[in-house]
């Protein structure tokens, strides 16, 4: 199976795979999610490290369940060969109301098809209120003429 755009990366197609992380996991859909990664990457997400699709899907039920109307935007911020570095915010709330803003920056490795074997992401939790939203799209994946993160001076 292969995932284009493949490595080596330009800065356009580095910016594109972004992109196309980002729609994918706007969809909040596990299983779909997954399948742009090997079936034994490797992740770190806080303090989590596991490896393979199933885990991946695991992974992503437990999130979507607690982090609820998620929105995220992914920037790119460097490339080199088969890597790729970006920054990502995204917001959600918890099941008692309470508004969270997440700052990070994820490390990604691909495999001449094009899925990710390798991702390492740190991740802090901002409190926010509803009305310092700033990610407000209907749910599913940013709009093309949304502004990014730069664009809304994140």
């Not at 790119?76 to 109301?97: K, M, P, T």
């Amino acid at each position: 199976m292969s995932r284009p755009p493949l490595p080596p990366f330009t800065r356009e197609t580095a910016a594109q795979k972004a992109r196309l992380a980002e729609d994918a996991w706007n969809t909040r859909e596990p299983e779909r999610v997954a399948q742009a990664y090997t079936e034994d990457s490797r992740w770190r997400n806080r303090a989590e490290f596991f490896a393979g699709r199933e885990a991946i899907v695991a992974f992503l039920q437990r999130k979507w369940s607690r982090e609820l109307d998620y929105r995220l935007i992914k920037e790119l911020w460097a490339f080199d060969g088969n890597r790729i570095a970006v920054r990502f915010q995204y917001e959600f709330h918890d099941e008692s109301g309470n508004w969270f803003r997440a700052h990070g920056n994820e490390q990604w490795e691909f495999d001449e098809h094009g899925l990710m074997r390798r991702r390492e992401a740190s991740i802090n939790d901002v409190p926010i209120t509803e009305d310092e939203r700033k990610f407000t799209w209907p749910l599913g994946p940013r709009p093309k003429d949304f502004p990014g993160l730069t664009e809304l001076g994140l």
